[in-house]
T-cell receptor
């Protein structure tokens, strides 16, 4: 049960946009629109930011958006702000085992 | 306001057992499927187990199958994880998380830490 593949780190300056990729397989990410993204600040619990590939829960900023192409899902954060600095995890919940990505550390320069 | 509060973590020897609890409040517990997810500090998230809202169905990661048992008591708004035959690689922060029909892992607790060490 290997993890989904994410880059270890990304960075951007305030106001810029960044994209984090999440690569799975044709059996999970590629076959189902059941991908979510979580933000985790140090010492805190994860927070749901995107679900069903593109949907935002109530209260999540519209600066966060999701997409998918083939076996790769992506999270884009536009208009970067200092408070966006955190770890981000993708998740494929198309059945069990649920698979999470290894996480990407976002640094806002 | 939604609260999930885990408890029961601690230091245990290899081969030992622990029982984790997760107390839920602020939402209709019985309509949510519940998960345990673990995280080695500084590392990624690893899904551990899932139980359906009525408690009739459970699923496990291969790494814990046969050693861990997930259960729930909807009358007490509580989720449990019985951990047996613990291994050093089970050391992690264990989170409980609630999933609705539409929102995966919508609510999270703050976690309880398990250290398996002799």
């Amino acid at each position: 049960q290997s993890a989904l593949t994410q880059p270890a780190s990304v960075s951007g300056s305030p106001g810029q946009s960044i994209t984090i990729s999440c690569t799975g397989t044709s059996s999970d990410v590629g076959s189902y629109d059941l991908v979510s993204w979580y933000q985790q600040h140090p010492g805190k619990a994860p927070k749901l930011m995107i679900y069903d590939v593109t949907k935002r829960p109530s209260g999540v900023s519209s600066r966060f958006s999701g997409s998918k192409s083939g076996n790769t899902a992506s999270l884009t954060i536009s208009g970067l702000q200092a408070e966006d600095e955190a770890d981000y995890f993708c998740c494929s919940y198309a059945g069990t085992p649920v698979r999470f990505g290894g996480g990407t550390k976002l640094t806002v320069l | 306001e939604v609260h999930l509060v885990e408890s029961g973590g601690g230091v245990v020897q290899p081969g030992g057992s622990l029982r984790l609890s997760c107390a839920a409040s602020g939402f209709t517990f019985g309509v949510y499927a519940m998960h345990w997810v673990r995280q080695v500090p500084g590392r990624g998230l690893q899904w551990v187990a899932l139980i359906s809202g009525d408690g009739s169905t459970a699923f496990y990661a291969d790494s814990v199958k046969g050693r861990f048992t997930i259960s729930r008591d909807n009358s007490a708004n509580s989720l449990y994880l019985q951990l047996n035959s613990l291994k050093r690689e089970d050391s992690a922060l264990y989170y409980c998380s609630a999933t609705s029909a539409t929102h995966p892992f919508e609510y999270w607790g703050q976690g309880t830490l398990i250290a398996v060490s002799s």
